[in-house]
């Protein structure tokens, strides 16, 4: 089956850091990427929309200066979070998808917590 | 625009019993796909079972089986024989039928069993 592999799974940095979260298809061409993050206890929100080769797709109130998704192949995509403060500490989870319908479930990657000191 | 509401934060259950936690939904697009998500404690997003909006009958993976109603946009999860390690974070999601379009969550249900 398709797998995605997130890494790293858990990353402390102190404030005013960038801190980079890798997103890997491992056995499929990921033509798109999904960026969600979650807090405690709360559902996953869709972040971003990321296609292969173009600037990523931005949901509403997401700063695109903070977080900054790259898409630079079909294997890989990255979230860069830039100049981490506290209020960024929260659980990031990829997701990927290639060229198919709506009735194939998207496979994850582990998430990344971040915690922001 | 989509949506879908999960309105139990919480249910409990004892082991054995059934457990049904709901999902309703909404979209303009007739062509879509429902699913359910398990997220234990550890984060992971584990897949469950998946329901087609064209699909007559309704979808059953071993113990989890999903009550889709069409007429009333709901798609709620059965699960059957609950043991303690279905104790977790439940999650309804949709997704439109447009290729590249996201898995689009409901707030989620936790489960908790007890023995």
């Known amino acids: 089956g398709a797998v995605v592999s997130q890494h790293p799974s858990r990353v402390i940095c102190k404030s005013g850091t960038s801190v980079k979260i890798e997103c890997r298809s491992l056995d499929f061409q990921a033509t798109t990427m999904f960026w969600y993050r979650q807090f405690p206890k709360k559902s996953l929100m869709l972040m971003a929309t990321?296609?292969?080769?173009?600037?990523?797709?931005?949901e509403q109130g997401v700063e695109k200066d903070k977080f900054l998704i790259n898409h630079a192949s079909l294997t890989l995509s990255t979230l860069t979070v830039t100049s981490a403060h506290p209020e960024d500490s929260s659980f990031y989870i990829c997701?990927?998808?290639?060229?198919?319908?709506?009735?194939?479930?998207?496979?994850f990657g582990n998430g990344t917590r971040l915690t922001v000191t | 625009a989509q949506k879908i509401t999960q309105t139990q934060p919480g249910m409990f259950v004892q082991e054995k019993e059934a457990v049904t936690l709901d999902c309703t939904y909404d979209?303009?697009?007739?062509?879509?796909?429902l699913f359910w998500y398990k997220q234990p404690s550890s984060g992971e997003m584990i897949f469950l079972i998946y329901q087609g909006s064209y699909d007559q009958q309704n979808a059953t993976e071993g113990r989890y089986s999903l009550n889709f109603q069409k007429a009333r946009k709901s798609a709620n999860l059965v699960i059957s024989a609950s043991q303690l390690g279905d104790s977790a974070m439940y999650f309804c999601?949709?997704?439109?039928?447009?290729?590249?379009?996201?898995?689009?969550f409901g707030k989620g249900t936790t489960l908790s069993v007890s023995s």
């Open positions: 979209t303009s697009d007739p062509s879509y796909g």
């Open positions: 990321s296609n292969e080769g173009s600037k990523a797709t931005y």
């Open positions: 999601a949709m997704r439109e039928a447009q290729a590249g379009t996201a898995l689009i």
């Open positions: 997701s990927a998808s290639n060229r198919d319908t709506s009735n194939s479930p998207l496979p």
